[in-house]
Each structure stands twice: as C-alpha cells, then as structure tokens.
C-alpha cells in the first residue's frame, strides 16, 4: 500500500522566519510528487518533482526531491502571515495506481505577526 | 474564467438520505477525481475517471457511486449505506489522467449529518 508521511503535523513561527517542511513517501513505482497550500477551500498547486525535475523554486518557497531517500522538503524563507495554511504532500505512483494521488496527512504551518 | 465549480457548498443530509454533490470543469480536462477530507487526515481518494462513461473506485468507494457521462461532470452522490459521511468533498481535474498532469482543485463541499 502507497503511504505518505509529513512533519511536523502543525508549526508556528513568527514572520521572517524560515520553515522546512517534510514529506517521506513509501509507493511503487514512483512517479512524481506534488506540493499544494490549503488555505479555507481548494488546494492550490505548488509545485510537481519528479526524476528529471529535483527542484523547484517560486519567490520564497524553493522544493526537493531526494529520491534515494525517498523524501521532499518544501522550504519558505522570510515566511509571511499569508503564508498560513495547509501543506499537503502528495505522491502520483504508476502501475496499477496510475494517475492517483496519495496524500499525506498535511503540516498546519501558522505564522504569526 | 476556467475552473472547477462545486455546488452546494454546504450540505446536510438526514439519516436515510441519499444526496448528491456537483462538480462541474470547464477545463477541457478529460481525468476527474473525488476526494474526501476529515480533520487532521489528507485527502483519501473516492471515485476517479479518466475518461467520459468510464470510472474506478478509489481507496473508500463503500457508500458512494458516481457517474461520467459528461466530459464536463463527475457527480458524487453519497448513499445511505455510507455511516459516517461528514467531512469536506473536494473534486479535482487534471489535463490527463497521467502520473505528471498536476491535479485542480474546487472549493469543496461541506456534508454535515442532520
């Protein structure tokens, strides 16, 4: 069975601060993984990594993707207040799991002022 | 504006009931997906398809069935037989149902049990 693990579950931080987020995966046949902010509704795409495209980077959020340890990490340099919300991992494996996404359990990141 | 629409945004639902919730894409996206997401949990995949009048049951398909007879719906109705249906529905599309199309997301639906 595909398992996605994240940590930590919740964060706070003050703003300016730097967070790491994690995210560990166990599947088959690995494809790519995918990073999405929850803010109240719809999750938002971040970014996708996959064997040919190990990082990625946006204005202050920058990922990796360590495939021989099987893990991600989402980084936020000089976090704001908006930055507050959900960060879900999430894995897209092929073989008979073609085209599903399995989820981790999210990081509650909280920055306050 | 393209995007996913889901309707309603707040549902309740007696004991007995069966109810239907909407999501409608005008994304041209031919993979649609329906998600199911309780406090503390991420999302757990319901029902997918990845193409029009076909679908496959994702990780907890007891209690719910779907239809995809419209590239543009994938409705969810939520039946009787699921016990414990409150929690926030999210539906998703994607350009292919491929393993490096990142999947869109609705606003969500909140079914609460009256």
């Known amino acids: 069975e595909d398992k996605v693990v994240q940590s930590p579950l919740s964060l706070v931080v003050h703003e300016g601060d730097t967070v790491t987020l994690n995210c560990s995966y166990e599947v088959t046949n690995f494809r790519s993984l995918l990073w999405y902010k929850q803010e109240k509704k719809a999750p938002t795409f971040l970014f996708m990594l996959?064997?040919?495209?190990i990082e990625k980077k946006s204005g202050r959020l920058s990922s990796i993707l360590d495939k021989k340890e099987l893990s991600s990490i989402l980084n936020i340099t000089a976090t704001q207040s908006g930055d507050s919300a959900i960060y879900l991992c999430a894995v897209n494996a092929g073989g008979t799991s073609y085209g599903k996404l399995t989820f981790g359990q999210g990081t509650i990141l909280t920055v306050h002022p | 504006d393209g995007g996913i629409t889901q309707s309603p945004k707040y549902l309740f639902r007696k004991e007995g009931q069966n109810v239907t919730l909407s999501c409608e894409q005008n994304?041209?996206?031919?993979?649609m997906y329906w998600y199911r997401q309780d406090p503390g949990q991420g999302l757990r995949l319901i029902y997918y398809s990845q193409i029009v009048n076909d679908f496959q049951k994702g990780d907890i398909a007891e209690g719910y069935s779907v239809s995809r007879e419209k590239k543009e719906s994938f409705p969810l109705t939520v039946t009787s037989a699921q016990k414990n249906p409150t929690a926030f529905y999210l539906c998703?599309?994607?350009?292919?149902?491929?393993?490096?199309?990142?999947?869109?997301f609705g606003d969500g639906t909140r079914l609460s049990i009256l």
């Open positions: 998703a599309s994607s350009r292919g149902g491929g393993s490096y199309q990142p999947q869109h």
């Open positions: 996959t064997s040919s495209g």
């Open positions: 994304l041209n996206h031919d993979a």
